[in-house]
C-alpha cells in the first residue's frame, strides 16, 4: 500500500526546539511583569459554545462573519475553537464569581488562538496571545497602566522601534450621532470602496475605517472623526488616559482611524505597530470595553485589556535574542558494565539537583564518549570505570580547561552544583536541592 506523509494543517505551525527558547523567554517576562503588575493568571478552555464569540465578539465582525472555526461536536452543539481570549476570560469571570473576590480583577491568560484567515508571514490559522484584562475599573489610570504594562514588557524584551496608536471609540451615548454623520459620509463615497467596504457600510460602518486598501485608506481620511464626537465625560477620560501615559512618558500617535476589530470596545483603543513587520504589523491591541460583562450577563463591571500576538512578538525578538547556549552540561562517561549502572544512578541525581546531565545509552569506547560530549557542548565530563568505581571515585573534567580532578563519588553533585550557574529560573514553592537519592 503507498504511503504518504502526512503533514501538518496549513497556517498551523510547529515550533521546532531551536525556536522554544524564545518562546519560554517570552512567558517567563511576561509572567514576571504581569505578575509585579498584579495581575493573576487565569486558564481557559480552548473550545467554547460558538453563541459566546456570536454575543461576545459582534455578529458582524470579521472573526465571526468568516474566521471562526466551528463545527457540531458528536452531541450537535455548536462549538468554536476560541478566535480571541476575552470573551472567554468574561465567560468565565462571571461563571465562577470572581467580581466577589476583590483581588482577582487583573487577569491575563497565554495560549493559542484559532481564525481561518488566510495564512502569510505574520498571519497563521492558530497563533498565540498573551491577554491581559482588568475588570471594574473606570478611572483612566487603569487605561493607562496596562498600555504601560505591554509597553515595559516590550522595552525588557529589547523590542525597539514600535509605536503605539491611540484612539477613542466613544461610548454608547456619544457614538450614534458620529455613527449617523459616517454613514452618510460613506453613501457617498461607496463608488469608491473595496467590495469588503461596501458590504461593511451597510453591516458595520465603524469597520470600514479600518480597511487596508490604500485606494480606500484615500478616500476615508476625509472621513469624519470619532474623536470630534465624544461627549465631555469621554473627552476627559480620553485626556486624561494622554496625561498619565506623558506621565509614564510613554510616546504615543493619536490616530483617528484606528477602530479595532471587535464590537465591544468603547472610549481608550490602541494599537502597538512595529515598523519591521511589513504588512501584519501589529504586535498587539487592545481597549476598553466597558459594556462587555454586562452584555453578557454578567454584573456591570468596566474592563479594558489587550492582546499581543506571540509570533510576531517573536520575529521581533530575531536580532536582539541571541539563542542563549545550551548552558552547562556535564556529560558521564562509563567504562563497564558496574560503572555505567553506578552512573545511571549518578545521572539521575545530577538531574534532581538542577545540574543538566546526559550519558551514552549504549556501550562504547571512552573516546567515542568523549566525542559525543564534545558535540553536545557538554562543560564537564565526569569519566567512571571499573578502576574510579573500586575507589569510590570519578574523575571530574573540565572542558574548557581540560583540568581534572579526582572527585569522591558522593561529593560529585555537590562539587557540580558548586561549580555550575544556579538556574535562572526556580519554579515558585520547590526548594533548590532535592533530596540524594540515597537519603530518600
Ligand atoms: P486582535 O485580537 O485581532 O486585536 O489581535 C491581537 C494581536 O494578535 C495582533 O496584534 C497580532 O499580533 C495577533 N494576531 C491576530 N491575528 C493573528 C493571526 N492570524 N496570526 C498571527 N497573529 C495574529
Known amino acids: 500500500m503507498a504511503t504518504t506523509n502526512i503533514t501538518g494543517i496549513k497556517g498551523f505551525n510547529d515550533i521546532l526546539p531551536d525556536e522554544v527558547g524564545k518562546w519560554q523567554l517570552v512567558e517567563s517576562v511576561v ?3 504581569l ?11 480552548i473550545l467554547e459554545k460558538t453563541e459566546l464569540f456570536a454575543r461576545g465578539i459582534g455578529e458582524t465582525t470579521d472573526i465571526v462573519e468568516k474566521e471562526m472555526y466551528t463545527f457540531e461536536d458528536r452531541n450537535r452543539q455548536l462549538v468554536t475553537l476560541r478566535p480571541e481570549a476575552t470573551a472567554s476570560v468574561v465567560r468565565a469571570f462571571i461563571e465562577h464569581g470572581l467580581h ?3 483581588t482577582v480583577r487583573k487577569l491575563y491568560t497565554i495560549g493559542p488562538m484559532f481564525r481561518h484567515e488566510r495564512p502569510q508571514k ?4 492558530q497563533f498565540h496571545q498573551i491577554n491581559v484584562e482588568a475588570f471594574g475599573i473606570e478611572a483612566p489610570m487603569i487605561d493607562a497602566e496596562v498600555i504601560y504594562a505591554l509597553v515595559t514588557f516590550l522595552e525588557e524584551l ?3 522601534d514600535v509605536e503605539v496608536h491611540l484612539n477613542s471609540l466613544g461610548c454608547p451615548r456619544c457614538r450614534p450621532p458620529f455613527r449617523q454623520r459616517l454613514e452618510e459620509f460613506l453613501a457617498g463615497v461607496d463608488h469608491l470602496l473595496c467590495d469588503d467596504c461596501k458590504r461593511r457600510r451597510l453591516t458595520n460602518p465603524l469597520r470600514v475605517m479600518d480597511c487596508k486598501v490604500s485606494h480606500c485608506r484615500e478616500v476615508l481620511a476625509g472621513a469624519p472623526r470619532m474623536l470630534d464626537f465624544l461627549g465631555d465625560d469621554c473627552r476627559e477620560h480620553f485626556q486624561a488616559v494622554q496625561d498619565h501615559l ?5 510616546s504615543f500617535t493619536l490616530d483617528p482611524s484606528m477602530v479595532r476589530g471587535l464590537d465591544y470596545y468603547t472610549r481608550t483603543a490602541f494599537e ?5 513587520l511589513g504588512a501584519q504589523n501589529a504586535v498587539g491591541g487592545g481597549g476598553r470595553y466597558d459594556g462587555l460583562m454586562k452584555a453578557m450577563g454578567g454584573p456591570d463591571l468596566p474592563g479594558v485589556g489587550f492582546a499581543i500576538g506571540m509570533e510576531r512578538l517573536i520575529m521581533l525578538l530575531g536580532e536582539a535574542f541571541h539563542r542563549p547556549s545550551y548552558g552547562s552540561l556535564c556529560f558521564l562517561a562509563c567504562l563497564g558494565a558496574e560503572a555505567r549502572r553506578r552512573g ?3 545521572l539521575q541525581e545530577m538531574r534532581r539537583n538542577q545540574v543538566p546531565a546526559e550519558m551514552d545509552y549504549e556501550e562504547g569506547s571512552l573516546k567515542a564518549q568523549l566525542r559525543k560530549a564534545d558535540r553536545m557542548e557538554a562543560t564537564h565530563v565526569v569519566i567512571l570505570g571499573e578502576e574510579e568505581l573500586a575507589r569510590g571515585k570519578a574523575i571530574l573534567r573540565s572542558m574548557e580547561t581540560k583540568v581534572q580532578e579526582d572527585i569522591p563519588l558522593d561529593a560529585i553533585v555537590e562539587r557540580l552544583t558548586a561549580l555550575l550557574p544556579t538556574p535562572p529560573t526556580q519554579e515558585p514553592g520547590r526548594p533548590a536541592k532535592t533530596k540524594l537519592l540515597w537519603e530518600i
Not at 505574520?122 to 490559522?125: F, L, M, P, S, T
Not at 506623558?246 to 510613554?250: I, S
Request: positive net charge; proline residues 5%.
Open 31 to 33: 509572567r514576571r511583569i
Open 158 to 160: 529589547h523590542v525597539a
Open 35 to 45: 505578575s509585579a503588575f498584579g495581575f493573576h493568571e487565569i486558564r481557559i478552555p
Open 344 to 346: 545511571f544512578r549518578l
Open 100 to 102: 466577589l473576590r476583590p
Open 272 to 276: 502597538v505597530l512595529a515598523r519591521h
Open 246 to 250: 506623558t506621565d509614564l512618558q510613554v
Open 122 to 125: 505574520g498571519r497563521y490559522r
